[in-house]
T-cell receptor, first 114, second 112 residues
């Protein structure tokens, strides 16, 4: 059974550009969460989706947006990229939010903004 | 801001020794989870302890939770070089919208 898959694994973008990151959860998992991890720090929560609805949003600017599709896969979009957006973006899937289940993380997308 | 704070920030031990790291948090929680991360890759779920549990074991891992002190500890016994990684605690709290809130992590180096 495949784990959480994220694509691409690495990418380099220029300031001001836009980027779309993709995530496919574990089969049967209906909740997807996105986290940003800056080098040397712990992951910071960006979004949580469950059954295609936004269930939570972290303290990130409106340049960050996300959506979940009928097959429970998800996309994270970041517009007008800044140097400070350079980070590892992690996707996590779970059976559902707030149900005491552990989260399964993907290997992440390493975004470098130059 | 981060809910959980790990202590120490870094830890260096010899293979075979035990490694202990602590996590403190601020609000009431549903559960607390520990994750491992190797070299900036994805996080691996290690263990989940619910707020009504005090201790949990998984292989060489032992986790304790003290809700009165709002703290948890992770003990890795008989450490191996392969245990070299960053370890993060994460809290799942209703007050935080049931999302995971991570601490800054403990970087563990196990020397052969």
């Amino acid at each position: 059974d495949a784990g959480v898959t994220q694509s691409p694994t690495h990418l380099i973008k220029t300031r001001g550009q836009q980027v779309t990151l993709r995530c496919s959860p574990i089969s049967g998992h209906k909740s997807v969460s996105w986290y940003q991890q800056v080098l040397g720090q712990g992951p910071q929560f960006i979004f949580q989706y469950y059954e295609k609805e936004e269930r939570g949003r972290g303290n990130f600017p409106d340049r960050f947006s996300a959506r979940q599709f009928p097959n429970y896969s998800s996309e994270l979009n970041v517009n007008a990229l800044l140097l400070g957006d350079s980070a590892l973006y992690l996707c996590a899937s779970s059976l559902g939010p707030g149900q005491g289940y552990g989260y399964t993380f993907g290997s992440g997308t390493r975004l470098t903004v130059v | 801001s981060q809910q959980g704070e790990e202590d120490p920030q870094a830890l260096s031990i010899q293979e075979g020794e035990n490694a202990t790291m602590n996590c403190s948090y601020k609000t009431s929680i549903n559960n607390l989870q520990w994750y491992r991360q190797n070299s900036g890759r994805g996080l691996v779920h290690l263990i989940l302890i619910r707020s009504n549990e005090r201790e949990k074991h998984s292989g060489r891992l032992r986790v304790t939770l003290d809700t009165s002190k709002k703290s948890s500890s992770l003990l890795i016994t008989a450490s191996r070089a392969a245990d070299t990684a960053s370890y993060f605690c994460a809290t799942d709290a209703a007050a935080a919208g049931n999302k995971l809130t991570f601490g800054g992590g403990t970087r563990v180096l196990v020397k052969p």
